[in-house]
């Protein structure tokens, strides 16, 4: 039976010195992978955590995030990612939304689970892996005990149908769980291998197991870096899962931020194959390391690296020629897709980079125009919004039909999902992004939804509206900006005091990054916001502060 727990297992019996995880000093072994999950799992059955539960995993990437992950799959638990950057009240959303019963956490971030546990009655198991002094969460136990006290669980049958779930913000409002039958959502990422290489689907854990080994006698074993967060989907997903699948090693940074200096120095260390980045907010530091490293005249040795991968952001065509300069043997993958789907992909070479946000549609990818319900005809230049169908089509939206309804929705008998993604279709047949059909922001990969901001700011004592939107940024691909205005008679405070307060109720990545006083926040007469004209407010106002 093909999933994550079945395949990985059949791994630890094969390659059980193989290398599965790295991270600075640390290399932990196949065998030792399954151990540590085993021994976690059976933490979990003994504190009645089993099928259909939920655990959470609040840390930075770590040995630890894997094996919580890898353990919960065993169990048939559902793992839970929980963005490392939420504060108390956004903690306490998407703990209690996900319904979690443990939590396995860095201590560092310890202080934040301590203010709100509790209010969670469903919390019954905290883990804390230090990273820091311990925080000393009341009832915590530490990671080192709960290895150290359970034996290995017994291996048990598992079922296709288990659920995986993604928390994301994106286009869903608040943070949602994005639902997959483990089965299929295991099988779609194994295509990344047997598509690529013309290879029939793969059936059972001797095909899978078979494919490994021939991967590691021919090319060696896989090596792929997230250099972005596991709690995001392109981090777990592409950075983790998919070398796992074979086998591979998974190397992890160090740094709580991104530092390409870093980056390259690991790579060179551990010959890693794949990079999985998140656009130009990823790729612009990348250049910059690659070119300062190289005036010193000892150039990084990058030529393990054969593939980037990078997803989530757009990733800039002058950006990749750049990055060809110093990698002209590497190849570039640019993945279209969601935590709802993945609907198209383009290949980028020194001798062929492509246009920026044009993307070769997958043969189950369509752009539909929601006003006719029709597909968009090729060359006619029409928009309409991207789906995909297939088996990778998620269920849906954890506890939240309605917005299942709106996202997955069927045409002409067949279900597709829609994350919102806006396009038109190339007479070619390439897909060329147009933008998200709602107002989501993207900043740096990371999605921030207005509306949420926007309620943080008017919690202000003189705050009476605001609208937030995002405006091009070279780094971070979009930086969060807003217009305010004051309750009659209030003092006008500076931007700048009530994004220090702002900072205060919200994740800093959300926070915006610039806020202009307006006499009024533009709205329609049904009360609907006027993003448009707000940001014409911002740009007259950044012209009159720069003249």
Same mark, same amino acid.
């Given at each position: 039976?093909?999933?994550?727990?079945?395949?990985?297992? *059949?791994?630890?019996?094969?390659?059980?010195?193989?290398?599965?995880?790295?991270?600075?000093?640390?290399?932990?072994?196949?065998?030792?992978?399954?151990?540590?999950?085993?021994?976690?799992?059976?933490?979990?059955?003994?504190?009645?955590?089993?099928?259909?539960?939920?655990?959470?995993?609040?840390?930075?990437?770590?040995?630890?995030?894997?094996?919580?992950?890898?353990?919960?799959?065993?169990?048939?638990?559902?793992?839970?990612?929980?963005?490392?950057?939420?504060? +108390?009240?956004?903690?306490?959303?998407?703990?209690?939304?996900?319904?979690?019963?443990?939590?396995?956490?860095?201590?560092?971030?310890? +202080?934040?689970?301590?203010?709100?546990?509790?209010?969670?009655?469903?919390?019954?198991?905290?883990?804390?892996?230090?990273?820091?002094?311990?925080?000393?969460?009341?009832?915590?136990?530490?990671?080192?005990?709960?290895?150290?006290?359970?034996?290995?669980?017994?291996?048990?049958?598992?079922?296709?149908?288990?659920?995986?779930?993604?928390?994301? @913000?994106?286009?869903?409002?608040? &943070?949602?769980?994005?639902?997959?039958?483990?089965?299929?959502?295991?099988?779609?990422?194994?295509?990344?291998?047997?598509?690529?290489?013309?290879? &029939?689907?793969?059936?059972?854990?001797?095909?899978?197991?078979?494919?490994?080994?021939?991967?590691?006698? #021919?090319?060696?074993?896989?090596?792929?870096?997230?250099?972005?967060?596991?709690?995001?989907?392109? #981090?777990?997903?592409?950075?983790?899962?998919?070398?796992?699948?074979?086998?591979?090693? =998974? =190397?992890?940074?160090?740094?709580?931020?991104?530092?390409?200096?870093?980056?390259?120095? =690991?790579?060179?260390?551990?010959?890693?194959? $794949?990079?999985?980045?998140?656009? +130009?907010?990823?790729?612009?530091?990348?250049?910059?390391?690659?070119?300062?490293? %190289?005036?010193?005249?000892?150039?990084?040795?990058?030529?393990?690296?054969?593939?980037?991968?990078?997803?989530?952001?757009?990733?800039?065509?002058?950006?990749?020629?750049?990055?060809?300069?110093?990698?002209?043997?590497?190849?570039?993958?640019?993945?279209?897709?969601?935590?709802?789907?993945?609907?198209?992909?383009?290949?980028?070479?020194?001798?062929?980079?492509?246009?920026?946000?044009?993307?070769?549609?997958?043969?189950?990818?369509?752009?539909?125009?929601?006003?006719?319900?029709?597909?968009?005809? *090729?060359? %006619?230049?029409?928009?309409?919004?991207?789906?995909?169908?297939?088996?990778?089509?998620?269920?849906?939206?954890?506890?939240?039909?309605?917005? %299942?309804?709106?996202?997955?929705?069927?045409?002409?008998?067949?279900?597709?999902?829609?994350? @919102?993604?806006?396009?038109?279709?190339?007479?070619?047949?390439?897909?060329?992004?147009?933008?998200?059909?709602?107002?989501?922001?993207?900043?740096? #990969?990371?999605?921030?939804?207005?509306?949420?901001?926007?309620?943080?700011?008017?919690?202000? +004592?003189?705050?009476?509206?605001?609208?937030?939107?995002?405006? &091009?940024?070279?780094?971070?691909?979009?930086?969060?900006?807003? =217009?305010?205005?004051?309750?009659?008679?209030?003092?006008?405070?500076?931007?700048?005091?009530?994004?220090?307060?702002?900072?205060?109720?919200?994740? %800093?990545?959300?926070?915006?990054?610039?806020?202009?006083?307006?006499?009024?926040? &533009?709205?329609?007469?049904?009360?609907?916001?006027?993003?448009? $004209?707000?940001? $014409?407010?911002?740009?007259?106002?950044?012209?009159?502060?720069?003249?």
């Amino acid at each position: 039976m093909l999933t994550y727990a079945n395949i990985f297992e *059949a791994h630890a019996d094969e390659f059980p010195d193989a290398v599965a995880i790295a991270y600075g000093d640390v290399e932990v072994t196949w065998s030792q992978y399954d151990e540590h999950a085993a021994r976690l799992a059976a933490a979990f059955e003994l504190n009645g955590i089993g099928e259909h539960s939920k655990v959470g995993m609040f840390m930075y990437n770590c040995p630890e995030y894997l094996i919580t992950q890898y353990a919960a799959f065993k169990n048939r638990v559902t793992p839970v990612n929980v963005n490392y950057r939420y504060l +108390d009240d956004e903690l306490l959303y998407l703990l209690d939304n996900a319904d979690c019963e443990a939590l396995v956490f860095h201590s560092s971030l310890g +202080d934040r689970i301590q203010r709100i546990a509790h209010r969670l009655p469903k919390l019954r198991l905290l883990i804390e892996v230090l990273d820091s002094s311990s925080a000393g969460v009341i009832g915590a136990i530490p990671w080192e005990s709960v290895l150290d006290d359970h034996d290995p669980a017994e291996r048990i049958v598992r079922g296709v149908d288990d659920l995986y779930m993604l928390y994301t @913000g994106g286009t869903t409002g608040m &943070p949602k769980g994005v639902m997959y039958p483990m089965g299929s959502f295991t099988e779609g990422f194994l295509g990344f291998y047997t598509n690529s290489a013309g290879l &029939p689907a793969i059936t059972s854990i001797e095909g899978v197991t078979a494919l490994a080994k021939m991967i590691h006698t #021919g090319s060696g074993q896989p090596v792929g870096m997230p250099c972005c967060p596991l709690m995001h989907g392109t #981090g777990v997903w592409l950075g983790a899962l998919v070398p796992h699948l074979m086998a591979g090693k =998974v =190397v992890l940074l160090e740094g709580q931020s991104f530092d390409a200096a870093e980056m390259f120095r =690991v790579v060179e260390r551990h010959g890693v194959g $794949t990079l999985i980045i998140v656009g +130009d907010a990823f790729a612009r530091p990348m250049v910059q390391a690659l070119k300062q490293q %190289s005036d010193t005249g000892t150039p990084f040795d990058t030529s393990a690296v054969k593939m980037i991968m990078s997803t989530g952001a757009m990733f800039s065509s002058d950006i990749k020629a750049e990055i060809f300069e110093y990698m002209p043997t590497t190849v570039v993958m640019d993945i279209l897709g969601s935590s709802e789907g993945g609907m198209g992909q383009t290949m980028a070479t020194k001798a062929n980079i492509n246009t920026t946000a044009k993307f070769g549609a997958m043969p189950n990818t369509k752009v539909i125009n929601f006003e006719t319900g029709k597909e968009v005809v *090729a060359g %006619s230049g029409e928009q309409g919004m991207v789906g995909v169908s297939g088996s990778g089509v998620p269920i849906g939206y954890y506890k939240d039909p309605e917005k %299942s309804d709106r996202t997955f929705r069927s045409f002409d008998g067949v279900r597709y999902s829609f994350p @919102g993604d806006m396009a038109v279709v190339e007479a070619d047949g390439t897909i060329t992004l147009l933008g998200r059909g709602s107002n989501c922001i993207n900043t740096a #990969g990371e999605k921030v939804f207005p509306e949420e901001v926007e309620e943080a700011v008017k919690t202000h +004592d003189v705050v009476a509206d605001c609208l937030v939107f995002g405006i &091009p940024d070279e780094r971070f691909g979009q930086r969060v900006v807003g =217009v305010a205005s004051v309750n009659p008679g209030e003092r006008i405070p500076t931007g700048e005091e009530v994004i220090a307060y702002t900072k205060t109720k919200l994740s %800093s990545y959300k926070v915006p990054k610039q806020l202009v006083f307006v006499t009024t926040v &533009p709205r329609a007469p049904n009360g609907k916001a006027d993003y448009g $004209t707000a940001r $014409t407010l911002f740009e007259e106002a950044q012209g009159s502060s720069q003249s």
